[in-house]
């Protein structure tokens, strides 16, 4: 063992039993979040998944313009998932459960407790990360991203990276308000694409819009010459997501 490893821990020592039995149990927990998860939200669909800071506060622009999607979307048949918490994520729960159709949160525990917003008709509570951020992609028709910090840019990289590699299916990329996505794009253009490091193609998976009705008449356009539902081929790669 290298010298400079053994300084810095001096207390290392073989994992133990208890140790060991501990690691193994925490995997029953996940698929408990995994079943729970698969068996409440099969019937959700079709359904929009919406994210974005949880620092707004109710007036800010933000907060409201994402009311407005979500009950334009609610009202026309799309469930609404959002992560259960403030700011964006309680105004996506508000707007659909102001409208028509079911509100969805995926609630994460979290050291600071993160408190869950009361519009919530299903609630669903996570304590990893990686299993929560599969229920959002899973049922998604579509992914409205409203501004926010590193949690919304993870969920976004997450769903580019899904679609780019074949791992899901192509589902509409929503970014919404131009003035806060314009340097994001501009330096996927001029960097990423410039770089090589993603193909000037990967960039028609995003759209930049800016009030309800384009975000409802996107998603419908890109269901338009075919149904909500995943094809066969689309329903054995959701399988292996």
């Known amino acids: 063992m290298d010298e400079r490893v053994k300084q810095a821990h001096p207390g290392m020592h073989p994992v133990n039993d208890s140790n060991l039995t501990r690691e193994s149990w925490k995997i029953f927990q996940i698929m408990a979040e995994f079943v729970e998860g698969f068996e409440r939200l099969a019937l959700i669909k079709p359904s929009v998944s919406i994210f974005g800071s949880a620092r707004f506060a109710p007036d800010h622009p933000h907060y409201q313009l994402t009311v407005d999607i979500a009950r334009a979307l609610s009202d026309a048949g799309f469930s609404i998932v959002s992560g259960g918490g403030p700011g964006i994520m309680e105004a996506a729960n508000k707007g659909a459960y102001e409208g028509r159709s079911p509100s969805i949160g995926l609630n994460i525990q979290l050291p600071h407790e993160q408190l869950g917003n009361p519009y919530q008709d299903i609630r669903l509570s996570f304590r990893h990360f990686f299993s929560r951020k599969v229920m959002f992609v899973k049922y998604a028709s579509a992914y409205v ?3 926010g910090g590193f949690g919304t840019l993870d969920e976004l990289a997450e769903i580019l990276t899904l679609v780019q590699t074949g791992k899901t299916r192509k589902i509409p990329i929503i970014l919404v308000h131009k003035p806060f996505w314009e340097g994001l794009i ?12 993603i193909d000037p193609e990967d960039l028609d998976l995003i759209k930049v819009l800016e009030t309800p009705q384009e975000v409802l008449d996107a998603i419908f356009t890109h269901y338009e010459s075919r149904g909500f539902e995943p094809s066969a081929e689309e329903a054995e790669m959701l399988l292996h997501l």
């Open 145 to 147: 991203v409203m501004p």
């Open 186 to 197: 501009a330096w996927f253009k001029n960097t990423l694409v410039t770089e090589k490091t």
